[in-house]
């Protein structure tokens, strides 16, 4: 199964390029970038290169391009009625979308989701980096995959392991 990071109203250019660089290493088919063609990198570690991306200027028509290709649209937020990832069974292709830094995501896009997801916590934050974020959720989603990249000495090496 593959998955999809929607980038949508993240406010800090270093969490946008940690977001591509974290998608990057869990096996991203490509990052959705909704608004501003144009966006800051830093901190992604010249992950942009091996990263497909794709652009629209407006979310509803990213969240239908992605339904129509049979994607679970699945916002990680959280909400009374989300899943706790932990919980979560995954049967299909999934197109995550992370909220802002403060704001979260609005309820008008919340509605248009298959489905919602939260990673339980147990200090006395309210939440947690949206990049640290996203590496709990990918790590969760790709948990069943073994074609995992080759250790070789103390880094990864592009190829599935045998």
């Known amino acids: 199964m593959n998955f999809v990071l929607l980038i949508f109203n993240i406010q800090s250019n270093t969490n946008i ?3 591509i660089r974290t998608a990057n290493a869990f096996g991203v088919l490509e990052i959705c970038v909704i608004g501003r063609k144009k966006f800051s990198t830093f901190g992604n570690q010249r992950t942009t290169s091996t990263t497909k991306f794709r652009h629209f200027f407006d979310i509803k028509d990213a969240i239908t391009h992605y339904r129509q290709k049979d994607f679970e649209v699945v916002a990680v937020e959280i909400t ?6 932990n919980a979560k069974t995954f049967d299909k292709n999934a197109l995550f979308i ?3 830094e403060g704001a979260g995501i609005q309820p008008s896009i919340l509605e248009q989701c298959d489905s919602c997801v ?6 006395a934050g309210a939440s947690i980096n949206v990049n640290v974020a996203s590496g709990i959720i990918f790590n969760a ?3 069943q995959r073994q074609d995992y990249n080759t250790i070789e000495g103390f880094k990864f090496r592009k190829g599935a392991t045998e």
């Open 80 to 85: 009374t009625d989300a899943e706790s990832i």
């Open 17 to 19: 390029g940690q977001l």
């Open 98 to 100: 992370l909220g802002n």
């Open 118 to 123: 939260f990673i339980p916590q147990f200090g």
């Open 141 to 143: 989603f790709t948990q």
